[in-house]
């Protein structure tokens, strides 16, 4: 009879493990809940850190031995797409030296771990661009906000004589209208309210491109950015072209 029960025991507890992976996706669900302001890497179903992320974050590091950084872009997919529109890029930041360390996907917390496995030692930029939380659409406000400014703090203690441009978090969904986007563009909207504060007109500057991209009715063109949350040509376009007079400012 004991062995019956250990065996129901056991079936049921795979029965509400696999329940839990199927809900949760492919992710663990201690992906799910970490926090925010919490380093952590980025983890495939088996648990194990995603072999693109460990990829991306190694040649990262091996960009800051191989030569000078004068302008560093730092967050997700948003910031990765940079490498969609290299004419734009070349144009409007190659006479900066610039680095792209941005990975699809990333989360507060993924950046963190990033920074805190060295993706900002031995460099020194003169400005750091930082979008990043997008990806945490699913958190409440103030817990984005939380993983925001511990990477603020991160960067201004690792790299004490850089300056940081930090972007609002671009709008998303494109019709504002509609129920699911217009609770993610009212989550965006407190999230920025707050990282506005950071801006200390020295060290810190902070930067609002969303109106940017949005039409007279707040709706996402889907020739900015076809997918209505990361830009194509286009939307890279507008997004240097708004940036320009800030950063060179800001690189004098």
Not at 56 to 67: A, I, V
Not at 215 to 226: E, I, K, S, T
């Amino acid at each position: 009879m004991k062995s019956r029960r250990t065996l129901l025991a056991a079936g049921a507890l795979i029965a509400v493990t696999s329940l839990a992976v199927h809900l949760c996706g492919s992710r663990p669900v201690h992906a799910q809940m970490q926090p925010a302001d919490a380093p952590a890497p980025k983890l495939g179903p088996d648990g194990a850190i995603q072999p693109r992320f460990k990829m991306m974050h190694e040649s990262f590091l091996q960009r800051g031995k191989d030569g000078k950084i004068g302008v560093l872009f730092l967050g997700d997919s948003i910031t990765e797409g940079w490498r969609r529109a290299p004419d734009v890029w070349n144009k409007h930041y190659g006479k900066y030296d610039p680095a792209n360390f941005g990975i699809g996907g990333d989360r507060t917390q993924h950046v963190l771990w990033r920074i805190e496995n060295g993706e900002l030692d031995g460099i020194r930029p003169k400005v750091v661009v930082l979008m990043i939380g997008t990806n945490n659409i699913g958190y409440p406000a103030e817990e984005i906000l939380k993983g925001d400014r511990k990477i603020v703090e991160q960067i201004h203690k690792r790299l004490p004589d850089s300056k940081l441009l930090l972007l609002a978090i671009f709008p998303r969904g494109a019709d504002p209208k509609a129920p699911n986007v217009a609770g993610m563009r009212e989550r965006l909207r407190a999230v920025n309210a707050e990282l506005a504060k950071l801006d200390d007109g020295k060290r810190t500057r902070y930067l609002d491109l969303g109106p940017r991209f949005l039409d007279a009715d707040g709706n996402l063109p889907a020739d900015v950015m076809p997918d209505a949350l990361h830009p194509n040509a286009k939307g890279y376009q507008i997004w240097a072209e708004a940036m320009q007079p800030l950063l060179d400012e800001m690189m004098q």
